[in-house]
């Protein structure tokens, strides 16, 4: 949901804001620029295209400029073309500005100035800010970027990541965060900054993560923050992280695109997430994270699961297995609903904020709406120091390493995986039995290598979805333990083919969607080793008298020439069997994907993580 790159220091910027901005692209990528100050003068240059078409159009001179900003966008106000691409700047060329988010009150802003005879050249809310900004130091000789930037943002509602460039004091950039993220680079007589560490890591791995409502002033060799709230709450120096994280998880590593790379690093990923959690004495998990002792984990009466996308599928897998290794009632709901129906916060519930980049918009103020309400809400994120994170205070660190894909894989996978872990925690000081506790455990070390062993299969998955790819639709059907399988595998094979996949729970089939189903339209029948593998398939005879195409993905057997095609996957614990299913509708997705030439990382219209509404 755009990316931010800022840096300043004594090596060319525009190389730096290249790199930045292809690390960060993941994160929008509709258009593309950079301004630098290269003798006292802005120089700009954008594009409409991706990051790679900008560096094509900077070519390969070494600049004159060591400071500069740089943005790649994901358009919300105004269409993807080179005129909106960031950064933006007032009329006199003094300021440029690059921005994530949305400045709701844009509109009056941009009413007033106009009265005021400001002309725009852009469609944008950001520009507003670039002119707000000019018009403050051009009222006071006195006034310091910092002090305009101030002044202009208390006028400011909406959310922002923000980083100013003044031609006239070149050796500072003026950062501000509220509601998206950004993080200061500390490097030797040079600094950074960005909307993610993805962009920094390759340079410094001591950060400083802004709060909301934070200003700083970022010189090359000192740094100090400020708050809108009150400038003389201080000017402040914070104590840097040091990340955990090289440039090297940010590569390709031989892989062709992000997505492939990620799933095949799912093995990898699921043993982060269990090292030093499983106890096998106790046949229980560990969760450093969760500060909450047996009584009050003993105390809760309800688990609800709130994410968007694929973090939502996530926490509906989480809610079953919560339910079944618990049982304690559990469910999930979209982030993005429970933050506007005046939800009914009940004190002995334990909701989990679930977010890969822990900073979807709508989750976190889902978060923010609980905490108001006196809901206990944990956050389950993959992002160390995300606003997600920090804002729920206590929780589950997925580990599952840097995602750059916009399809989520190896997260969602991770995020599983801790739910199961949180779980067996939760049914472990209630009625589950250590024997089943054992299983769990045992069930959860296994998982690695058998994930391993589906992606040896690739081959034949990439085969049985180059046979369906051309289908205009497809239904994902699933029931129960199924369900939430089916659904996130829909949402992969929308997300980057663009085939039209809805999912089905199995025995709504008969209810209405049956009517769909004929020769053009094949089915994904998710059929796990359950009590209900009769039923499902019956499911599948249902669509095969129509007609209809059937892919089996199964851990059990099946009569043979039931299905016109079958995905094996390895039987696991039954409550973990959802976590191995997932793994062949990644690969089925993907390949479909490649055959129809999509651009697997960057799907259209989506971003990574959306901090927007
Ligand atoms: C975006 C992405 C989805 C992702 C969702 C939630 O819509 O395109 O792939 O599942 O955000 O992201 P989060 O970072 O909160 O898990």
């Avoid at 900077?58 to 993807?80: C, Q, S």
């Avoid at 559990?330 to 334990?350: C, I, K, M, N």
């Avoid at 085969?463 to 994902?476: L, N, P, Q, T």
Wanted: hydrophobic residues 40%.
């Amino acid at each position: 949901m755009c990316g931010i790159v800022g840096y300043i220091g004594k090596r060319d910027a525009t190389p730096v804001l290249v790199e930045g901005l292809h690390r960060l692209e993941y994160r929008g990528y509709d258009s593309a620029g950079l301004a630098v100050i290269a003798r006292g003068r802005l120089q700009l240059t954008k594009t409409a295209g991706r990051v790679q078409d900008l560096r094509d159009k900077l070519g390969d001179k070494p600049g004159k400029a060591t400071v500069g900003i740089g943005h790649t966008r994901w358009a919300t106000h105004g269409e993807p073309n080179e005129t909106n691409a960031h950064p933006h700047t007032d009329a006199g060329h003094r300021i440029a500005v690059v921005h994530n988010g949305i400045i709701e009150n844009a509109e009056a802003l941009r009413a007033q100035l106009t009265g005021e005879g400001v002309r725009f050249a852009t469609e944008t809310d950001t520009e507003c800010l670039a002119h707000l900004v000019a018009r403050e130091l051009e009222a006071s000789d006195e006034a310091t970027l910092e002090e305009a930037v101030v002044a202009t943002l208390r006028r400011v509602e909406g959310a922002y990541g923000l980083a100013f460039l003044d031609t006239k004091n070149p050796d500072q950039l003026v950062v501000a965060r509220n509601g998206s993220p950004l993080v200061l680079g500390l490097g030797e007589s040079e600094m950074f900054v960005a909307s993610d560490v993805a962009a920094l890591v390759r340079y410094t791995r001591q950060v400083i993560y802004l709060d909301d409502g934070e200003v700083a002033t970022i010189k090359a060799t000192d740094y100090h923050t400020t708050t809108l709230a009150g400038g003389a709450a201080g000017n402040s120096v914070k104590t840097p992280t040091v990340v955990d994280a090289d440039a090297d998880d940010y590569e390709l590593g031989g892989f062709s695109d992000y997505m492939r790379k990620e799933i095949y690093e799912q093995p990898d990923a699921i043993r982060r997430a269990v090292m030093g959690r499983l106890d096998e004495r106790f046949a229980t998990a560990k969760l450093g994270g969760v500060n909450l002792d047996a009584r009050e984990l003993r105390n809760i009466k309800r688990v609800k699961f709130l994410g968007c996308g694929s973090a939502y599928y996530a926490g509906q897998m989480g809610a079953a297995l919560v339910e079944e290794l618990a049982r304690i009632p559990a469910d999930a709901e979209p982030a993005s609903e429970f933050r506007y129906r005046s939800p009914v916060v009940d004190p002995d519930t334990l909701y989990v904020a679930v977010s890969q980049s822990g900073e979807t918009s709508d989750t976190l103020m889902a978060v923010q709406e609980l905490k108001r309400k006196g809901g206990q809400v944990m956050g389950a994120v993959n992002v160390v120091g995300s606003a997600i994170g920090r804002e729920c205070g206590h929780g589950i660190f997925l580990h599952a390493g840097p995602e750059v894909a916009v399809a989520s894989t190896k997260a969602l996978t991770n995020m599983v995986v801790n739910f199961a872990l949180l779980s067996l925690l939760l049914g472990r000081v209630r009625d589950l039995s250590a024997a089943h506790g054992t299983r769990v455990v045992n069930g959860l070390r296994n998982l690695p290598s058998q994930v391993a062993g589906i992606l040896n299969a690739e081959a034949e998955i990439a085969a049985i979805a180059h046979r369906y790819a051309e289908a205009e639709h497809m239904f994902f059907i699933g029931r129960v333990r199924g369900w939430p399988v089916a659904r996130e595998g829909a949402q992969k094979l929308k997300e980057i083919s663009y085939v039209h996949a809805e999912a089905y729970q199995a025995g709504e089939l008969k209810h209405g969607p049956l009517a769909l189903i004929q020769h053009e339209m094949p089915s994904v029948v998710v059929i796990p080793a359950d009590d209900l593998i009769a039923k499902n398939i019956s499911t599948v005879e249902q669509i095969k008298a129509r007609g209809g195409p059937v892919i089996a993905v199964t851990s059990v057997e099946i009569p043979d020439g039931l299905a016109d095609a079958t995905i094996r996957v390895p039987r696991a614990e039954p409550e973990l069997e959802p976590i191995l299913f997932n793994i062949p509708l990644q690969l089925f997705a993907y390949h479909a994907a490649a055959k129809l030439g999509r651009d697997i990382d960057k799907p259209r219209n989506l971003a990574k993580s959306v901090t927007v509404e």
